[in-house]
């Protein structure tokens, strides 16, 4: 009996974890050229982690860029700024 019933835990696992990497294909644009198109797990989850670790350094590269700005405003400016435009509105 223990052993139908660790079965049918291990199908379940299996259903939700195929579901998991599913999604996590749909929301990789390099993998995502077709809902019907087959991935492996491994596939999955190495452009995941690739993916992330892009979207990691592009924001860096930003948050580098914009710290780098000439005349670069703190937030105190930043708020006083966005309040005179509304208020010329």
Avoid: W
């Amino acid at each position: 009996m223990s052993s139908h019933g660790s079965r049918a835990s291990s199908r379940i696992i299996d259903v939700e974890l195929n579901a998991l990497i599913l999604k996590l294909q749909t929301l990789l644009p390099q993998l995502n050229h077709g809902r019907n198109a087959r991935v492996s797990a491994t596939k999955v989850l190495n452009e995941t982690c690739s993916y992330i670790r892009r979207l990691q350094k592009e924001v860096d590269d930003l948050s580098e860029r914009l710290s780098q700005r000439p005349g670069s405003m703190d937030i105190t400016s930043f708020d006083a700024e966005i309040r005179r435009n509304l208020l010329q509105q």
